[in-house]
Structures are given as structure tokens and as C-alpha cells.
């Protein structure tokens, strides 16, 4: 399915009519076969030598997403500057810009339009879904309406908002049900109404997010105009110490590089670290991307990778990796065995602080889930801190497991070293909230009915992703953002706390 | 003209994500609206859905939060014509050129300090120039780079048809 028609030269143009020039400098003719081309300089400082390649014509090495942007765009080559036009494999939208984004397409391309493909976008209500707000209700019916119309293939609806359970198409968060439902695959280009939807670059696809104009154009063209970025490359090594979860390197990155670091770039994630951590704890590396401002995340992908994917997909897909000499603007290598659990403090995700530090600031509530943090390794993470104390949290505790699959496993996965309980049984016992609807929740406030949104000032550790005023609801509410060890550790003692004191 | 040394953070417009296109008017009315108390001068005057203030002076990385459309939206339907700042978050400039709401400049220096909220500012597109009338200063502005044939055109929609990726609108 994925496009392999980047190395095809078009043989009507090959060589002889003039090739014209284009505005920018870096593109190089499309169609070049055994004759060479000049080879045109490139703007980002070069990290190494460059050596010709020793495979016939001459190319210049490419990173993972220049690769994936120049296979998506038809063309052999790409660097970071270009804009081109990309071919996107699947769109995604939810219920709070689905309708937006519905709007702008039919006024665009009119009332009876078409989608260009009703197999590649998927439409996942998730945002404020558990409401009584007729509005956020509303969203939801615009968005069926829409599906019914247009044969979306691809539609987790919810009509009883009293049960999850009863409505067997729903999933929840839209970041974590697209990559349980297989709808993530290496090599390819996902586009989502969504800033976090940069969380699929943990499968080795090229993940950003959009608004809605751009989604409204996509979904009548299937095309989008877009800027190749530059890459900065983010190495990891060393064996992940039991008390540091995938939560505590991206805040430690962020926390490095500022929430405008990585802007308008794409961070490539590898090393052995990488390459030890499962996909779910991948993802939460890639779906705070945005955070530091980049325009998308990768973890090339590898055996880990397509085992996970064994199960849901059967499409074929075809993986790119970061040539030897490609160029990246810069290396940022970090030695895990170094680091300690982190928090991001009041009002920034680059806030960064040590744990430890921080164990005077008394909490009034934990809220445990999101597509950062609410995944199931996420929950199994937070139940072994439970299981290790083997005490009752001191304040409340809110569990929101992200999909209906999530909820399911927090029910009947027996956790590690406890005996066969499971998640859920670990939560009772420790005197947490019962697991809530899978939405994305409190994460973002939502209607002011929302299960655990912030409506009055207080203090709460989270293993959300962003914590800007009033992201949870109250304008004065203080966020931490945690790993789902710290968050519970912080649970049991009623301050932020450091996880080693448990683990 | 209205500095604002913060961050826009787009998410701090609520619940206005359930608006759909007809209520265009009324996101306008919440723009800015999550800025402190400690701004006295109000960007919207309260019962209004319109600014007085056409052009809007940020700091560094204006817009930085989500990818919500609703922040350079809300500007333009309250009618911010300009933001010029130091910097901006990705896709706050991304859907400003998109949405041809609001033209991001990118300022050479940080300016919201030296401004007053109510100086009569122009700017000058062609020469990249902006001036403070009020307190007679110039500030040199940024080229506005590849962004610049799409928000001419009038946004990505426009871009497309003038280039022929997509067919004219019919009637």
C-alpha cells in the first residue's frame, strides 16, 4: 500500500528538454537515471564527511523523515527546506475538530464532494465525550452524520454515553486506538487534528499534527503541502534503570532543549535505550514531541515493532531508516544510568526538576492517564508502585485508562509479582477512584462536568502532557507532570515524590 | 497595537472548540481571553466580540500550546489583521498561513517591551518594516520566506487553485 514510486524516472523527460528551475535551490530533477546531476549544496551544517555512495548514481544520504516525506512525495530526494506536496496515507480526526474540519471541506470542494478515500480516515470521538454538554454531544452526531454520508470506513462511534461498554465501535483516545487498531505503519505519512499525534512516530512513520483548513484540504485531495524539516538526533544508551519510565527521558529532553527546541524539526529517538523500550512506552517518548515544539518524532522501527503489529494490521508496509551519513542538525546524547525521575513543574512542560527535589510540595489530587499516560503499561507501571508500598494513596486518585482496550486489560492482565491480581484490583486496594471512562478526559479540562477536571485551585501530579494554566480546568491550578511511577509514589504520600522510594 | 510579552497559549481558549463556522463571530470574542488579570487594558472590551487592535506584539514562541486552529482564528474573527513576534510554535504559524486569518511576521528583535498597548503602529509588508508612530521607532521584520506565496494567495485553499493542484471553485 505504502508508495515505491519515488525511484521511477519518468522517461518522457529524462535527460534532454531543459529541466527548469525551480524557486528553491535544494530540489534536485526528478528524473535522473545513470546520468549524473550536479550534486547541490545543502544548508544544515554538515555532522560528518560525506562519502559517495557506492551504489551507481550518486545520492545524498537522507534521515528516516526526509526519507518517508521523499517517498511520499514521489521524489528520489529531499532536503530539509523543500516544500512539497505529500501524499498522505491516513488522516485522523476526533470530535473536537472533525466537524470543524467537515465544515471547511464541504465549503471548499462543496456539499456533495466526495472524500478522496473512504478507507484512509479515521474518526475517533474522544475528546469530550462523557458530558452533558449538548454541544460536545452535538460534535459527535455532526461527525456520524458525516460518516454515514461519505461511507467512512473507519468510524468509532459512541451513541450510550451511560455505558462505553455498550457501544462495540468505540475506542477512546483517537492517538492510542489508531495504533491499536493497526492503523500505524512504518514508512508511512498519518496526518491527524491532533497536536499529540506526533505518537505515532514511535512506529517509524512520519506523525504530525494539523488544523483544521489543512485536514478540510486533505480530505478532498488526500495531498498536503509540507515543509521538510530538519532532523535532531536524540541518543540514548544504557540499560533503563527500574525506577525511570519513557516519561522521564522525554521530560529530561525537553527540559534540555526548551518547548521551542525542536521547533519546526523532527527529533529521531535511538540507541540501545530506544531499542529496549516496548512500543506503548515508544509512543509516550514521541507524543510529547510536540512539547519541545517539533514538528514530529520517529523511533525507526525493528523487530519490537512488527511483532506489535503482527496482530492488527495486514497491509503491507515498508520501513526507511536514517542513512550512515545523513545529516542531522545536531546530537544530543544522554547516559540513562544518569538519570533520575523527573517532574515538569508549574506552568511549563520544560519546567524540568528532579523528583526528589520536590518532595516538599504537598498535592491535592493524582490523575493518572491520557495518551501520555494512560496507556496499559502506563497503569501496570503505576500498580507496581501500589504493590510495592502496599498502603492506601492519600489523596484522591483518578484513573482514566485511554481506550476501551486499556480499561479491559486494567481488568484482566494480572500484574508482575503480585500474585495474579490485576491492575484494577491493585487500584482498589490501594483506595484509588474506580478506572473511569476511556477518554482523553481531564487531560485538556473539557465541559466543565468532566470527570476529574480541575474546578477549583489546587495541586495535582499528572501523567498528562501539558500543563500551561488552566489546561485541566482552573486558570490557578498547579500541574506536575510525571512518569506514572512518580505519580503514584506521590499518590501514597500526599506530596510529589520521588518513585525509589517505593521501588 | 497590543503587546503581549506570553505566550499565546491557544488552549486557553475554551470551550470554543464546539463552535462550528457559523459562530465564527463569537470565537472572535474569546481571543486572548486567557491572558491574567494583570492586563488591565482588556484585548476584547467585555460584551464585545470585536478588538480594537489590529495588530498584536508577542514575545518569543507566540502561539506555542496546540494544534487547534481556534488561537489564529479567534485573532482574525476578532480582527487582528498582524501578530509580529520574536518566534512562533510550529502550528500556530502553520494554520495562520492555512487559515489566511492573520499574517505571522517575525520580528529581528523582541519589540513587545518597547511598545504600549494603544501605540498606532504600521506595518509596511513590501519593506518588511514596521513603525511605531507613537514612539517614532523602526524595527526591521523578517522576510516572510516560504509562507509567502500561500498566505498571498489567501491560504493553502487559494494557493492550491492558483497553482492548479486543485480545480477553481464552481459557483
Redesign the interface.
Known amino acids: 500500500m505504502a508508495s515505491s514510486s519515488s525511484f521511477i524516472a519518468n522517461k518522457k523527460d529524462l535527460g534532454l528538454s531543459a529541466l527548469s528551475s525551480t524557486s528553491s535551490p535544494f530540489s534536485i530533477p526528478k528524473c535522473r537515471k545513470s546520468i549524473s546531476k550536479k550534486i547541490v549544496s545543502v544548508m544544515a551544517p554538515q555532522q560528518s564527511e560525506r562519502k559517495p555512495a557506492t551504489t551507481g548514481s550518486v545520492k545524498i544520504a537522507m534521515t528516516m523523515t526526509e526519507k518517508i516525506l521523499a517517498r511520499a512525495s514521489e521524489k528520489p530526494q529531499l532536503s530539509p527546506?523543500e516544500?512539497v506536496?505529500v501524499n498522505v496515507d491516513t488522516l485522523m480526526t476526533h470530535d473536537?475538530?472533525g466537524?470543524?474540519s467537515i465544515?471547511?471541506f464541504k465549503?471548499?470542494f462543496?456539499d456533495n464532494a466526495k472524500v478522496w478515500d473512504r478507507e484512509k480516515i479515521v474518526i475517533i470521538p474522544d475528546?469530550?465525550i462523557f458530558t452533558t454538554?449538548e454541544?460536545?454531544n452535538?460534535?459527535v452526531d455532526?461527525l456520524r452524520d458525516f460518516c454515514l454520508e461519505q461511507n467512512i470506513k473507519y468510524f468509532y462511534d459512541i451513541k450510550d454515553l451511560s455505558n462505553f461498554k455498550v457501544n462495540p465501535d468505540y475506542k477512546g483516545v483517537c492517538h492510542i486506538a489508531l495504533a491499536q487498531e493497526g492503523h500505524c505503519r512504518p514508512g508511512e505519512v498519518l496526518l491527524g487534528?491532533?497536536?499529540h499525534?506526533c505518537t505515532a512516530g514511535a512506529f517509524g512513520q512520519f506523525a504530525t499534527?494539523?488544523?483544521?483548513?489543512?485536514a478540510?484540504?486533505v480530505l478532498?485531495?488526500g495531498?498536503l503541502?509540507l515543509?521538510v524539516p530538519p532532523t535532531l538526533r536524540f541518543v540514548m544508551d544504557g540499560e533503563m534503570p527500574d525506577y525511570l519510565l519513557a516519561k522521564d527521558l522525554i521530560l529530561q529532553i525537553i527540559g534540555e532543549i526548551s518547548?521551542?527546541g525542536a521547533?519546526?524539526k523532527s527529533m529521531e529517538f535511538v540507541g540501545t535505550t530506544v531499542e529496549s523500550l516496548n512500543m506503548e512506552e515508544r509512543m509516550t517518548l514521541c507524543n510529547m514531541v510536540?512539547e519541545a515544539?517539533?514538528?514530529n518524532g520517529v523511533v525507526p522501527a525493528d523487530s519490537t515493532t512488527f511483532k506489535y503489529l503482527e496482530d492488527k494490521t495486514s497491509v503491507p508496509y515498508e520501513p526507511v531508516y536514517s542513512d550512515e551519513q545523513a545529516r542531522f542538525l545536531s546530537e544530543y546524547r544522554f547516559d540513562i544510568s544518569k538519570l533520575e525521575p523527573l517532574v515538569a513543574k508549574p506552568h511549563s512542560p520544560d519546567n524540568r526538576a528532579l523528583a526528589r527535589e520536590c518532595k516538599d510540595v504537598k498535592i491535592d489530587r493524582v490523575y493518572i492517564g491520557s495518551c501520555t499516560g494512560g496507556k496499559t503499561e502506563d497503569f501496570m507501571a503505576a500498580a507496581k508502585v501500589f504493590l510495592a508500598s502496599g498502603k492506601k494513596v492519600k489523596v484522591p486518585t483518578f484513573l482514566v485508562p485511554a481506550t476501551q482496550k486499556v480499561w479491559m486489560d486494567v481488568y484482566s492482565l494480572p500484574v508482575p509479582g503480585s500474585g495474579g491480581k490485576t491492575c484494577s484490583q491493585i487500584f482498589e486496594e490501594a483506595g484509588c477512584d474506580t478506572p473511569a471512562n476511556p477518554s482523553c478526559g481531564a487531560c485538556?479540562?473539557g465541559?466543565k462536568d468532566t470527570y476529574a477536571r480541575m474546578n477549583e485551585p489546587m495541586v495535582c501530579v499528572s501523567t498528562t502532557n501539558?500543563n500551561?494554566?488552566?489546561?485541566m480546568g482552573h486558570?490557578e491550578g498547579q500541574i506536575y507532570l510525571a512518569s506514572p511511577y512518580t505519580a503514584a509514589a506521590s499518590a501514597l504520600t500526599g506530596y510529589v515524590t520521588d518513585p525509589r522510594e517505593f521501588l | 497595537m497590543y503587546p503581549s510579552e506570553q505566550?499565546n497559549?491557544p488552549?486557553?481558549v475554551?470551550?470554543s472548540?464546539?463552535?462550528?463556522?457559523a459562530e465564527y463571530e463569537k470565537l472572535g470574542s474569546y481571543a486572548l481571553i486567557?491572558l491574567?488579570a494583570s492586563y488591565e487594558t482588556r484585548f476584547i472590551e467585555p460584551n464585545e466580540m470585536k478588538t480594537k487592535y489590529s495588530i498584536v506584539i508577542g514575545g518569543?514562541?507566540f502561539g506555542?500550546?496546540?494544534?487547534?486552529?481556534h488561537a489564529p482564528v479567534s485573532l482574525g474573527a476578532a480582527g487582528v489583521a498582524a501578530v509580529v513576534a520574536e518566534?512562533?510554535?510550529?502550528?500556530f504559524f502553520?494554520?495562520s498561513v492555512?487559515?489566511g486569518e492573520i499574517y505571522p511576521l517575525e520580528s529581528e528583535v523582541r519589540i513587545c517591551e518597547e511598545c504600549k498597548t494603544g501605540d498606532v503602529v504600521t506595518i509596511e509588508l513590501a519593506e518588511s518594516r514596521l513603525i511605531n508612530h507613537t514612539t517614532g521607532k523602526e524595527y526591521k521584520l523578517k522576510p516572510i520566506g516560504?509562507a509567502g506565496p500561500?498566505i498571498e494567495a489567501g491560504?493553502?485553499?487559494a494557493?492550491?487553485r492558483k497553482t492548479g493542484?486543485?480545480p477553481s471553485?464552481?459557483g
Open positions: 527546506g516544500n506536496w473536537v475538530c466537524p470543524g465544515g471547511i465549503r471548499e462543496g475528546h469530550y454538554d454541544r460536545a452535538r460534535n455532526i487534528t491532533d497536536s499525534t499534527g494539523i488544523g483544521n483548513t489543512d478540510g484540504f478532498g485531495t495531498k503541502l515543509k518547548v521551542s521547533t519546526y510536540v515544539g517539533g514538528k485538556l479540562g465541559p501539558r500551561f494554566p488552566g489546561r486558570k | 505566550k497559549h488552549r486557553r475554551p470551550h472548540c464546539t463552535l462550528n463556522p486567557g491574567p518569543d514562541n506555542c500550546g496546540s494544534s487547534r486552529e518566534s512562533y510554535a510550529r502550528i502553520r494554520n492555512a487559515t516560504d500561500v491560504g493553502i485553499f494557493y492550491a493542484m486543485i471553485q464552481s
